[in-house]
């Protein structure tokens, strides 16, 4: 099991910043992909970014050169960086890694974006 706790969400106006925070614990090796989807209302989850094994990105379209994820491995948290926030992007943003084939989702944590 591995078990997902995100942090970090928040109200914040259009051209703002965040960072959200997504802390890992439970059996973590063989995690082969970890990274964040995120939610908005009527609309399916979607990619935001994602380390996709082997030290590689991968960014969806909308956040290319506004979002950035990262990882601290001695503390078992990826982290997204928010920049120039826009009200598009309001939404609950998850944390979710895949160990072997198996999902795991966190809580989840509103970001809302005004204009």
């Known amino acids: 099991q591995v078990q997902l706790v995100e942090s970090g969400g928040g109200l914040v106006q259009a051209g703002g910043s965040l960072r959200l925070s997504c802390a890992a614990s439970g059996i973590m090796f063989r995690i082969n992909r970890m990274g964040w989807y995120r939610q908005a209302p009527g609309k399916q989850r979607e990619l935001v970014a994602e380390?996709?094994?082997?030290?590689?990105?991968t960014y969806a379209d909308p956040v290319k050169g506004r979002f950035t994820i990262s990882r601290d491995n001695a503390k078992n948290t990826v982290y997204l960086q928010m920049n120039s926030l826009k009200p598009e992007d309001t939404a609950v943003y998850y944390c979710?890694?895949?160990?072997?084939?198996?999902?795991?989702w966190g809580q989840g944590t509103q970001v809302t974006v005004s204009s």
């Open positions: 380390f996709t094994g082997g030290g590689t990105t």
């Open positions: 979710k890694a895949r160990r072997v084939s198996t999902d795991y």
